[in-house]
């Protein structure tokens, strides 16, 4: 505007200038000149102001890339924890006892450097009462996953902030979004910090426990959920830019099939959550049969630990019960969204999306059973964990086609 002001005044400067020079009869023709140049700048100069504010302003096309952005970091997530599953699978997740942000970005190179790593391994717990029989080779291979892990974490930080940094520059985000990005890339460097936290638990000395070293399973918990949170905020994020919501008549029916799907989404991420417990107490290996655990359908010994809420967490029997309890009533609540919403009259993106998520309820539940049955492979183990975070995707699918359209 001040820009407009100044050219507004520069034109009746000219016109000033003009009659002076028809007083002073001198040429006509200069005096055109001199209209048509103040006209032609100031047509400019609103051009160039249009232009600059249609740049700035987010929009459709903004939107968009933000959304695959966010889908792609999403996935990166996805990576992050499949990988963090086999890991600890793999028991590879204490071969690495340091932590630098920077240094440990390279391996050890020369036999040296490798003797000198794996001597520091030696000095914790897990080789002492698990691994004392090891070989270098063997070491070089857990060595290697938990290194990966790490790195992966790594790209997963840059993915966030180095777009972030690009994209809030050219002016891409609006005032609710730059909340929510600085809100998930503060949410990776507390999932480093988080990670590394987890991994000091098994490294501690216990001197009088003969257990096999692991890391706290509340830690492993925490960090599992905190990951599980990142990927939901931003697959949500990514889905409800790219997705418009769609036009739906407001009904009570309606209403009950979100809260409804909410539910069940909740109760989809908290067995996702659970089996974080399994993983931490290895309590997979405690009763492999199914439906009944052992010769009983409640085994004895659920409530040996005192006092009693221990066992929810500390007590293996108690979590695989309760992680079976929560995956049956998962299936049965995604069964009955998918009943319920077949009576209704919803956009077809909405009902392919219950649908696919009633038909991966399934397919993780017979997961679940042959990972149960034959005593817990490293292969069927990760696709059971990649399956829960397959369902938890589709859930959060579910809920961005389900919601209300904005006023």
Known sequence: MLLLSLRTTM???????????????????????????G?????????ASSVQAAVSVPNAATNRIIGRWLLGCSGLVVGAIVLGGVTRLTESGLSMVDWHLVREMKPPQSQEEWEAEFSKYKQFPEFKILNHDM????FKFIFFMEWGHRMWGRLVG?????????????GYFTRSMKGKVLGLCGFVFFQGLLGWYMVKSGLEEKPDSYDIPRVSQYRLSAHLGSALLLYCASLWTGLTLLLPAQKMVETNRLMQLRRFAKGTGGLVFLTALSGAFV??????????????????????????????????????????????????????????LYLFSRRMVLPRRAKVAISLLATMAYAQVALGISTLLLYVPTSLAATHQSGSVALLSLAIWVLAELRKMPK
Request: some cysteine; proline content about 5%; glycine content about 6%.
């Open 11 to 37: 034109f009746c400067g000219c016109r000033i200038a003009n009659k002076g020079i028809q007083h002073s009869n001198r040429s006509p023709q200069l005096r055109q000149w001199l209209v048509k140049r």
């Open 39 to 47: 006209q032609s700048s100031i047509t400019t100069e609103v051009q």
């Open 135 to 138: 070989t270098l080779s063997e």
């Open 158 to 170: 840059l993915a966030y902030i180095l777009p972030t940094v690009y994209f809030w520059r050219k």
């Open 279 to 336: 993983a931490g107490l290895d309590a997979g290996l405690v009763y492999n049969s199914f439906p009944k655990m052992g010769e009983r359908w409640i085994p004895d010994d659920l409530l040996a630990f005192s006092p009693k809420l221990k066992n929810i967490f500390e007590n293996p029997t108690t979590v695989q019960f309760d992680h079976r309890i929560l995956g049956i009533s998962s299936v049965t609540a995604i069964t009955g």
